[in-house]
């Protein structure tokens, strides 16, 4: 990229920066190319983790009924799981999504959401049996999926059934670190 292109960038990223601390963020999450490493840190990110993307594989299709379609009353078990994974309350950014969400429920427990219109399709679950089978239903309409490399039972998932991996993301994170768990993710 040229000397033009970064200044442009730093220009974009400072001034989101800034409108983002104006509404109370403390923190900031971005999902960049590995080159671009070096130009994020120099606006203030740290690297906090690798996404890899897989594809190519063939899945079985989900089978459970544990997974069922969002209802109101699902509303506090999946800010508590979110909440739980990424270690902040996300309401505002994820709570639009839940009409179209699939819910994995155990006992009366919320162990797990699908959120198809959420980012790359957010999968969120408490272990890694609700988490593969909610995989399922993403592979089921999807060719592809982007998870943290920090989950290591979803890649075993997703090797055993011959998905590779085609392409890397870094986390970097602006501002104070916030402790997430990528084995959730």
């Known amino acids: 990229h040229s000397s033009t292109d970064f200044l442009l960038l730093q220009w974009l990223v400072s001034g989101l920066l800034l409108t983002l601390r104006e509404r109370g963020c403390t923190s900031c999450m971005a ?13 203030g990110f740290q690297a906090d983790g690798i996404h890899i993307t897989y594809a190519g594989g063939k899945c079985e299709a989900p089978t459970l009924d544990e997974v069922e379609l969002f209802e109101p009353h699902h509303s506090m078990g999946v800010l508590h799981l979110d909440k739980l994974a990424y270690g902040e309350d996300r309401r505002e950014l994820i709570s639009e999504h839940f009409y179209a969400s699939r819910i994995f429920m155990h006992k009366g427990r919320v162990l797990g959401t699908y959120m198809p219109l959420l980012m790359d399709e957010l999968i ?44 890397r993301l870094l986390r970097m994170v602006h501002g104070p670190h916030v402790p997430w768990r990528p084995e959730m993710v």
Not at 31 to 43: F, I, S
């Open 31 to 43: 999902m960049v190319e590995e080159d671009q490493q070096a130009h994020y840190e120099g606006l």
């Open 124 to 167: 969120v679950a408490e272990n890694s049996y609700a988490g593969c089978e909610l995989l399922r239903w993403h592979l089921m309409h999807n060719a592809q999926v982007n998870l943290p490399e920090g989950n290591a039972a979803a890649l075993e998932f997703l090797q055993q059934r011959k998905y590779t991996e085609q392409g």
